[in-house]
């Protein structure tokens, strides 16, 4: 069955970064667009950064300049790079791909 299963949340500071990761599996993993999606408390769901099967990326608004998407099809694995964090970044962030979700990982951006 497919799994989508995020890693790579915590808590940092104004300013730093973290690398979410999502280990994806039971699905031709090369073949899909795969997704980052956010959820900030109090909030609805935030598409933040997409990467089709080719590598292409698009990016929010709010995540543009900051955040990189990046897929390894060798490992089924699909990153999220996030620099200069501010504290609306903080959410839970999902894998996404095919109608699957992941569970989540929390990002808590706080001095």
């Given at each position: 069955?497919?799994?989508?299963?995020?890693?790579?949340?915590?808590?940092?500071?104004?300013?730093?970064?973290?690398?979410?990761?999502?280990?994806?599996?039971?699905?031709?993993?090369?073949?899909?667009?795969?997704?980052?999606?956010?959820?900030?408390?109090?909030?609805?769901?935030?598409?933040?950064a997409t990467i089709t099967s080719g590598g292409e990326t698009v990016y929010a608004?709010?995540?543009?300049?900051?955040?990189?998407?990046?897929?390894?099809?060798?490992?089924?694995?699909?990153?999220?790079?996030?620099?200069?964090?501010?504290?609306?970044?903080?959410?839970?962030?999902?894998?996404?791909?095919?109608?699957?979700?992941?569970?989540?990982?929390?990002?808590?951006?706080s001095s």
């Amino acid at each position: 069955q497919v799994q989508l299963v995020e890693s790579g949340g915590g808590l940092v500071r104004p300013g730093g970064s973290l690398r979410l990761s999502c280990a994806a599996s039971g699905f031709i993993f090369s073949n899909f667009w795969m997704f980052w999606v956010r959820q900030a408390p109090g909030k609805g769901l935030e598409l933040v950064a997409t990467i089709t099967s080719g590598g292409e990326t698009v990016y929010a608004g709010s995540a543009k300049g900051r955040f990189t998407i990046s897929r390894d099809n060798s490992q089924n694995t699909v990153h999220l790079q996030m620099n200069s964090l501010k504290p609306e970044d903080t959410a839970v962030y999902y894998c996404y791909a095919m109608n699957y979700w992941g569970k989540g990982t929390l990002v808590t951006v706080s001095s």
